[in-house]
């Protein structure tokens, strides 16, 4: 039979047992790179395969799963659909999130000191990744997700770990060819993916402002994303603050005064928006704005786009 044979265990002689995630939102489909990545099977297509002509895994669970080589696909799918660990608890780092939220988060959670986070995630060196990881801060790359943790197990190291290898099975994994032939290296990538994620709230619109912004650094302008002045203030929304940032010709994070991409990423971008700088799309515009509804208003010249300014009140 054409579905056994795909099925078939990884090895039958191995009975150890792995811990596997399901992220939420998965599909059987969608596991086989990551369970072929973890060892578990021994092909993805046949993996794949195997779903299609069966057609189960239609129930899989989010969660944490204890899985071993000697299951065929069929064990493996049924364990899947099955109970998740227990004393699992969901833990969501939001789009968008700067190490300082992720941190908060977990302290008040009552798993990490403050600082804890923050000192680990500009710790580089402790991880591992298939890319080359920045060498000073991993902002930008730690991955927005709802988590599975168990509470008695976690440790901010092994946290940590978890989102980077999240972002290579979400992000990097599926489009490691066209970040590997982007003009731009998989670091400006990231950058320019978590300005986009505080830029733009629609996910449609992002490829638009993504082309923009691109053309601005083609071009040799200054790039003007005011959330960049935002990311060292301790509350995001410190308009007091934010408004001296802004002008501030010393801040490195200052693209209004300053060319060239922030030093570091602004916050961790989920999947939309690092998919859309990869999928910059181009037009005639040079610039835009946001009305009080987070409308998109992009324009072609200065004076089109001051007469939007003037239109909704944006300054």
């Known amino acids: 039979m054409v579905a056994d044979k795909c099925g078939a265990p990884a090895d039958v002689t191995d009975s150890t047992e792995h811990v596997f995630e399901v992220q939420p939102g998965s599909t059987a489909l969608g596991l086989g790179p990551r369970l072929e990545t973890a060892g578990l ?26 899985l071993r080589r000697d299951m065929s696909a069929k064990e493996i799918l049924d364990t899947l659909c099955g109970v998740p660990l227990a004393d699992d608890v969901p833990f969501t780092v939001v789009e968008g999130w700067r190490i300082r939220e992720i941190d908060a988060a977990l302290v008040q959670r009552g798993w990490a000191t403050p600082g804890q986070y923050t000192a680990m995630a500009n710790d580089p060196e402790h991880f591992e990744a298939q890319f080359d990881l920045p060498s000073e801060s991993l902002e930008g790359y730690l991955y927005p997700e709802t988590y599975m943790v168990d509470v008695d197990r976690f440790s901010v190291e092994g946290f940590i770990q978890r989102q ?60 003007g994303v005011d959330a960049t002045s935002r990311y060292t203030l301790v509350e995001w929304n410190d308009r007091r603050a934010f408004l001296a940032k802004l002008r501030d010709p010393d801040d490195p994070y200052n693209t209004r005064l300053r060319g060239g991409l922030p030093p570091t990423a602004i916050g961790n971008p989920g999947v939309s928006s690092l998919q859309a700088t990869l999928e910059p799309e ?26 939007y300014r003037r239109r909704y009140n944006v300054y």
Request: with cysteine; aromatic share 10%.
């Open 282 to 307: 181009d037009s005639p515009y040079w610039y835009y704005l946001h009305d009080s509804d987070q409308v998109l208003h992009p324009s072609r010249t200065v004076s089109e786009h001051e007469a």
């Open 41 to 66: 099977i021994e092909d993805a297509d046949s993996f794949t395969m195997y779903v299609r002509l069966s057609k189960e895994g239609g129930c899989i669970k989010a969660g944490q799963f204890r």
């Open 164 to 223: 980077l290898d999240t972002f290579s099975s979400r992000f990097y994994e599926p489009n490691i060819e066209s970040i590997s032939t982007n003009e731009h290296g998989l670091a400006d990538i990231v950058i320019m993916a978590s300005m986009i994620e505080r830029e733009e709230p629609t996910p449609h619109n992002r490829s638009l402002v993504v082309g923009i912004l691109w053309k601005r650094l083609a071009n040799q302008w200054n790039l």
